[in-house]
C-alpha cells in the first residue's frame, strides 16, 4: 500500500523550531522529487518547498518566498523519509503540513509546487505557532 505518513508537528512559540518527518511506504522515494504544502485555517493550500530527486542533475531545494532561510527540505533515501526543518517560526506558519509524492519520476518541482501530478498525500501534521 502506498502510503505517506508525516510527524513532528505541535505547538511552538514564536522563534521556536520544529522538524517535520515524512515516512514513505509502498514505493521508492528517492525515484521522486517531493514536496511539502500546508493550509491554514481559510486559506488554500500552498506549496512550502520542493526537493528534487537525489539524481536529478539539477539536484536543488525550493522554498516559497515567505519560508526561505528559515525551513530546510531534506531527504534519507535510505530511511525513506523526507524532512522539513522549520525555523524562526512566526504565528503565520500555523497550518497543517501535507508531504506529497508525483505520480510519476519524471516530475519535477516547477509542477509540483503547483499541485500537478501530486498522487500520493499524507494525512497531515498540525503545526501552531503561538506564545
Known amino acids: 500500500q502506498v502510503q505517506l505518513v508525516e510527524s513532528g508537528g505541535g505547538l511552538v512559540q514564536p522563534g521556536g523550531s520544529l522538524r517535520l518527518s515524512c515516512a514513505a511506504s509502498?514505493?521508492?522515494?528517492?525515484?521522486?522529487?517531493m514536496v511539502w504544502f500546508r493550509q491554514a485555517p481559510g486559506k488554500e493550500r500552498e506549496g512550502v518547498s520542493c526537493?528534487?530527486?537525489?539524481?536529478?542533475?539539477?539536484?536543488?531545494?525550493y522554498y516559497e518566498d515567505s519560508v526561505k532561510g528559515r525551513f530546510t527540505i531534506s531527504r534519507d533515501n535510505a530511511k525513506n523519509m523526507v524532512y522539513l526543518q522549520m525555523d524562526s517560526l512566526k504565528p503565520e506558519d500555523t497550518a497543517t503540513y501535507y508531504c506529497?509524492?508525483?505520480?510519476?519520476?519524471?516530475?519535477?518541482?516547477?509542477?509540483?509546487?503547483?499541485?500537478?501530478?501530486?498522487?500520493?498525500w499524507g494525512q497531515g501534521t498540525l503545526v501552531t505557532v503561538s506564545s
Open positions: 526537493i528534487t530527486r537525489s539524481d536529478d542533475v539539477d539536484f536543488n531545494t
Open positions: 506529497a509524492a508525483p505520480s510519476t519520476p519524471v516530475a519535477g518541482c516547477a509542477n509540483l509546487f503547483l499541485g500537478r501530478y501530486l498522487e500520493v
Open positions: 509502498g514505493f521508492t522515494l528517492d525515484n521522486y522529487a
